[in-house]
């Protein structure tokens, strides 16, 4: 039995919930090993430093500051407390505890001395799986520079990246662009610890029959005759919102297409705002909902939006694919040129993609996606899921990386 000691930022209070992390942890408890979860909690929940225990998984709550929906410096600040923080409760509840493998994710990055101290303590493993480019993608953003008085925290998070790249045994990047970027401006780095590890999933038929499609739409409003393209997620900077609403403003006059933007996020208002003044008659905007919600609402939809700020260098990846292809909708993607997304639903033949500066090019994807066999797509993305992202095959190319059977 090995123990896994895996590190995030995702609130957990049990590993038996649907996402690509609980997914993958669930395969060692599956085998037998036992999983240790440290999970920060904003103090803003009144949770104090706890441990909850599960059959073969204990999960560590650590009371932090805020991190989520609050602003940059106090955002920053609660990123630098954190490591003394983690490691002062790791060895409070699991200082008898023998770790045989360190996992992480980014975002944060802001984990290189807890990985260190267990490397240390316990000779452990290291994995990183590299989910986000910080803090690049934030100067891509002008949220951070490289010069000037932003430039202080710039080259703190610069440093902590470095560490976190250099105490990694072994790097998984989400797509072989990743690879190539990371190697390109880390060149300290043996490129022989980087390869593939793609976001993942326990697969699941999330699509539904015609009769619960109709039950929905009328649910929410949407038309039953209609082509129906969704947008659900985030809606901050990284999404682009200004590129999102000049896309909208082409299409208000398309009676074959319907918009549904489904999400929550710094940049909500906006798209509020454009919905009051214009009042489309095609469109609706919709506040975050609860996931089952969310997931049988988006199943009863036709395509999948997603969309990335076109001033990213950094290639992102974005998760939100998986949920499409679970719910077998075909991707119209518009990205900045650096993400290789875009090749990937191509090539895969379940999907469409443009750049996100260009408005004329979204609308004649809308136009390809509504004279398009939707139903030999669907085929093509389940094929292309079952190949290439399932969480038992992500967790057996780990340990395959690292040696063990």
């Not at 038996?16 to 408890?29: C, E, G, K, S």
Request: proline residues 4%; contains cysteine.
């Amino acid at each position: 039995m090995k123990n896994i000691l895996f590190l995030s930022f995702i609130k957990y209070k049990t590993i038996n919930v649907h996402d690509f992390y609980a997914d993958i942890l669930r395969n060692y408890v599956k085998d037998g090993h036992h999983v240790y979860v440290v999970t920060p909690v904003e103090s803003k929940y009144g949770i104090e430093t706890s441990v909850l225990k599960e059959t073969g998984c204990d999960i560590l709550q650590v009371k932090i500051g805020g991190y989520f929906n609050v602003n940059s410096i106090r955002k920053g600040i609660t990123l630098i407390e954190i490591e003394h923080q983690v490691i002062s409760a790791i060895k409070k509840y699991w200082s008898s505890v023998k770790f045989d493998m360190v996992l992480y994710a980014t975002p944060p990055i802001s984990f290189a001395k807890v990985i260190q101290y267990i490397k240390k303590r316990d000779n452990a493993i290291s994995y990183l799986m590299l989910k986000d480019i910080f803090p690049q993608n934030a100067v891509d953003l002008g949220m951070m520079s490289k010069t000037g008085i932003k430039s202080v925290l710039y080259k703190y998070f610069r440093k902590q990246e470095k560490q976190l790249y250099c105490y990694s045994d072994r790097i998984g990047c989400m797509s072989q662009a990743n690879v190539d970027y990371v190697i390109k401006h880390n060149p300290e780095i043996n490129s022989s610890k980087l390869e593939i590890c793609p976001n993942c999933i326990e697969p699941q038929d999330m699509s539904i029959s015609p009769e619960e499609r109709n039950k929905l739409r009328r649910k929410y409003n949407i038309p039953l005759d209609k082509t129906v393209f969704v947008y659900g997620g985030n809606l901050g900077k990284p999404q682009g919102i200004p590129f999102i609403i000049e896309c909208l403003k082409k299409q208000k006059k398309n009676s074959d297409a319907y918009f549904l933007i489904v999400g929550g996020g710094t940049e909500f208002e906006k798209l509020q705002e454009f919905f009051n003044t214009e009042k489309p008659e095609n469109m609706k905007l919709m506040s975050k909902l609860p996931k089952d919600d969310y997931d049988r609402m988006v199943a009863a939809c036709d395509v999948g939006l997603i969309f990335l700020d076109h001033r990213f260098t950094i290639p992102n990846f974005p998760s939100r694919l998986l949920s499409y292809m679970q719910a077998k909708l075909p991707v119209l993607a518009a990205t900045d040129p650096n993400t290789d997304i875009g090749e990937v639903i191509s090539q895969g033949g379940f999907g469409w993609w443009c750049e996100s500066n260009d408005t004329g090019a979204f609308s004649e994807l809308v136009k390809k996606a509504l004279e398009a066999d939707l139903n030999e797509m669907k085929t093509n993305e389940t094929k292309y899921l079952m190949e290439n992202y399932t969480a038992n095959m992500i967790y057996k190319n780990i340990n395959k990386s690292i040696g063990w059977k």
